[in-house]
């Protein structure tokens, strides 16, 4: 398939790692920690969440996308959705179809009709994935694989319905420690043979499995606490990445990417770093 091909596509992707042409986002203006539902959120509970901060970080994280050829699309932001911020858990892109989650906890539940709304408005066709259980952020692709997290945000069910729907990938559970909320806090796919994984989260059985298809990088318990895992990248070994996690941005470098530095802490005290923010709708595969 050409890459003149591809351009006419509205939505397609196939990596977490190919070339980043349009992705959709949603300002934090009404982020706050309403409820407690993971553990940095209960760490930053009673100190709370700056909203003006946040959104002149969040502001800054888009400018950086759009200064690297990225069509940026913000959804609108609701005041009864105080996670909206976090667009990577509604839904996914494989392939031309974009997949819509319904979503698990009942402080987010509705955000998907938002996306659903600005789809429709832009005559983009998704598959809606009533009844499962399953969020973005527990969807890892590669390639003809997809990892799918098994945490209390997706179910095994909603799982064996994917690999039903879609008999040509190979969908593959990874189980993990279910505090850390979502697969893509503790394991991220950066290159066709690199991954960011944090070790304490997962048993020897899955690191195993990674590892036969992987060179995993791994992150500290410190910067995993600082969402190191949840990189972004955006295609020719370029990844967006906290300032912070200066041992993880050593690493990368040091295997040649190139690391593109944006602070969006007073996000992250939600729960979510770049990837969690972000809602690839159209990467951009090699031609050759």
């Not at 064996?160 to 850390?180: G, M």
Request: some cysteine.
């Amino acid at each position: 398939m050409s890459a003149t091909t591809k351009q006419k596509y509205k939505s397609f992707a196939m990596s977490e790692y190919d070339v980043l042409k349009k992705v959709i986002l949603c300002e934090p203006q009404n982020m706050k920690i309403r409820e407690v539902i993971n553990d940095t959120q209960k760490h930053f509970k009673d100190e709370g969440i700056h909203i003006e901060r946040s959104i002149q970080q969040h502001k800054q994280f888009v400018e950086t996308l759009l200064s690297h050829g990225i069509d940026v699309v913000l959804l609108s932001p609701l005041e009864k959705f105080p996670e909206q911020v976090f667009t990577r858990d509604i839904g996914f892109t494989l392939g031309q179809t974009i997949f819509v989650a319904e979503m698990a906890h009942d402080v987010r539940k509705g955000e998907e009709d938002v996306l659903k709304e600005w789809l429709k408005n832009e005559k983009i066709s998704y598959f809606n994935l009533i009844g499962d259980e399953i969020e973005g952020g527990d969807v890892i692709i590669d390639q003809s694989t997809i990892y799918v997290g098994l945490s209390n945000r997706t179910n095994q069910y909603a799982i064996d319905h994917l690999q039903s729907i879609l008999p040509q990938f190979e969908v593959v559970t990874v189980p993990f420690t279910e505090k850390y909320l979502h697969l893509d806090c503790v394991f991220n796919v950066i290159s066709p043979k690199e991954a960011l994984y944090f070790p304490a989260a997962f048993d020897q059985k899955e690191i195993d499995i990674l590892s036969q298809r992987y060179d995993l990088i791994e992150v500290s318990e410190e910067e995993q606490f600082t969402l190191g895992t949840n990189v972004l990248s955006i295609g020719n070994k370029r990844i967006i990445s906290l300032p912070v996690n200066k041992n993880v941005n050593q690493q990368l470098r040091e295997r040649g990417f190139e690391v593109i530095e944006v602070d969006i802490t007073e996000i992250i005290k939600s729960g979510g770093s770049f990837r969690c923010c972000t809602l690839p709708l159209l990467r951009e595969q090699p031609t050759s």
